[in-house]
Each structure stands twice: as C-alpha cells, then as structure tokens.
C-alpha cells in the first residue's frame, strides 16, 4: 500500500495492476512503451520480469518497487 507521502498516480496505479500483468497491459497502465519495456528486460535495467516461455508478464510488487525506487523530485529553481 502506498503512503500519504507518495504521488497518487501510485495509488492509481496500485489498483489498476493486476497481480501479474502482460507487457502490453504494464504500457497501457502506466504509460511507458512496450518497447521501452523490451530495452529494459535486454539490459537488465527495468523492473522484475517473470519469463514463462515467451511470455513475459511483470508482478505488480515488483513494478511498484520500481516505480518508487525511481522516483525523482524536482526542486524549485531559486531566483
């Protein structure tokens, strides 16, 4: 569960995941391209994966670890 510190795209997110979820369904969700998800999974760089065959599918746990490990603020510009 996210907290009350935590953007509420997370909390969005958290509850449109399910707890497996395709590629497809993971760049639908949240906005970032299956092909950018393929670069990801090549250079060991994205989320966690399960891989069954050809399928990939990326538990939700995993993409919202993710998620908010790569989270960044931005700070305001002084004058």
């Known amino acids: 569960m996210a907290d009350e510190t935590e953007p509420a ?3 969005a997110l958290e509850k449109a995941l399910m707890p497996l979820n395709s590629a497809r369904q993971l760049a639908e969700l949240s906005g970032i391209g299956e092909s950018t998800l393929a670069e990801w ?3 060991h760089t994205g989320p966690a994966y399960v891989k069954s065959g050809r399928r990939v599918l990326y538990p939700k746990e995993a993409v919202l670890g993710f998620m908010r490990a790569n ?3 931005c700070k305001e ?3």
Do not use: H, K, N, V
């Open 77 to 79: 510009a002084s004058a």
């Open 71 to 73: 989270l960044r603020e």
């Open 41 to 43: 999974r090549g250079t």
């Open 9 to 11: 795209m997370f909390d």
